[in-house]
């Protein structure tokens, strides 16, 4: 008896738009020295490896699909690569993630049996981040959401995004948070170390806005959220025992102080 045929999803696929990556090669010609561009910078540049992927990125259907007919790949689930629209002005952010959305669509309705996709939205833009979400879920009949985590150096926690998170939460989409380099300040201590970037900045930054998310009561307000981290949950599952462990003796610790304040003040 043959083995049975499971059907083989790959779960982050990147892939740009010549639109999107014209305006991430301006800002990585331009003098702004921000951590994700260094990586950029490199991926622009004038080498073969370089021009490959670049190549790949835009080429998701002809040569993507080649690809997955090599390796056995039955579907690609498509997701703006980081740090999507979250680096450009709010206003021209919104545009291009609702034009890279079209397009995402219309590629899944030409190959429905090939294609999924995450919609990606301008989270700068908060408002219009929510529109987006809805339009993408209800209109384009997109899969969910991809926000490179911290958006300015900002995470979804601030209640100044929980528009973004009301409508996840009542569209039942889910956000995949997708990593990036830290804020230009954390990665000031990663970098003489080369370590601001995939071999140890975006699992670091990545699992602490997942904590954030936790430690700020967002599952709380929004219990119906879905948030979805990569890479083994970006090492938060490892950490479960102490966070537990640690978070209640912080409050107990807290909880002591308190009441020897209020004994000590009476």
């Known amino acids: 008896m043959s083995a049975p045929k499971f ?3 790959a779960t982050e696929e990147a892939w740009q738009i010549p639109e999107i990556l014209q305006e991430m090669r301006a800002l990585a010609a331009g003098p702004m020295q921000d951590p994700d561009l ?3 910078r490199i991926l ?4 073969t490896p370089s021009r490959e992927t670049v190549r790949r990125l835009l080429d998701v259907v002809g040569g993507g699909m080649q690809e997955m007919d090599a390796f056995g790949v039955d579907v690609h689930l498509l997701l703006l690569t980081s740090p999507g629209v979250q680096m450009l002005p709010p206003a021209q952010a919104v545009s291009l993630a609702e034009l890279a959305n079209d397009r995402l669509a219309d590629i899944i309705a030409r190959h429905p049996k090939r294609f999924a996709g995450l919609a990606v939205v301008a989270p700068q833009s908060p408002i219009s981040a929510a529109k987006e979400i809805d339009r993408a879920m209800t209109k384009l009949k997109l899969n969910g959401v991809v926000i490179n985590s911290h958006t300015n150096g900002e995470y979804l926690d601030e209640e100044q995004y929980w528009p973004i998170l009301e409508a996840a939460e009542a569209l039942d989409a889910p956000i995949y948070i997708h990593p990036r380099s830290p804020p230009a300040g954390a990665a000031a201590y990663l970098s003489k170390s080369h370590l601001e970037d995939a071999i140890s900045g975006f699992q670091a930054e990545t ?3 997942g ?14 959220l879905r948030i979805v981290l990569g890479h083994m949950g970006e090492g938060i599952p490892y950490w479960l025992h102490r966070l537990d462990y640690m978070h209640r003796a912080s409050a107990s610790s807290q909880a002591a102080a308190s009441g020897g ?3 000590w003040a009476a």
Do not use: S
């Open 38 to 40: 260094v990586l950029w």
């Open 211 to 224: 904590v954030r998310l936790i430690m700020r009561g967002v599952f709380d307000r929004f219990p119906k």
């Open 44 to 47: 622009l540049g004038d080498t």
């Open 261 to 263: 304040m209020a004994l």
């Open 7 to 9: 059907r083989r999803i």
């Open 207 to 209: 699992g602490l806005h």
